[in-house]
């Protein structure tokens, strides 16, 4: 997907329906209804409280409908992390500490990897 498209589908989130023109806003429900997959490259600060220190990872996620995604973190190390979420089971990949985990996710905790999909692609 294009920086174009990207940018025109977070304006899209951000925008209130009720600011929007009546007349163009089913033309853009349809437009994004129809997107299936999206992939975006990111850049995250987050703060340490422990240590006192903000830590930036950067990286790129991909969603696919109906409940898959993919999150990929390089951190300032270079240290590779991913997350996979096929539907039914979560994985992570630490790179740095060379393992692989797989969880089963139990009603409630699929549930809500899938609305995180839904979130971004609807």
């Known amino acids: 997907m294009t920086k174009v498209w990207m940018g025109l589908?977070?304006?899209s989130l951000a925008a209130s329906p009720l600011r929007a023109e009546p007349k163009l806003?089913?033309?853009y429900e349809n437009m994004f209804?129809?997107?299936e997959h999206l992939s975006v490259d990111f850049a995250q600060t987050s703060y340490k409280k422990l240590r006192n220190r903000s830590v930036l990872r950067?990286?790129?996620a991909h969603f696919s409908k109906p409940s898959?995604?993919?999150?990929?973190?390089i951190s300032e190390s270079g240290a590779v992390e991913e997350y996979y979420f096929n539907g039914d089971?979560?994985?992570?990949?630490?790179e740095k500490d060379k393992i692989v985990n797989h969880y089963n996710t139990n009603a409630g905790l699929a549930k809500e990897l899938n609305e995180v999909v839904n979130l971004v692609l609807d």
């Open 58 to 60: 950067t990286g790129n």
């Open 89 to 94: 089971k979560l994985t992570h990949f630490s």
């Open 33 to 35: 209804a129809s997107i």
């Open 68 to 73: 898959m995604f993919r999150w990929n973190f």
């Open 9 to 11: 589908l977070l304006w």
């Open 25 to 27: 806003l089913p033309q």
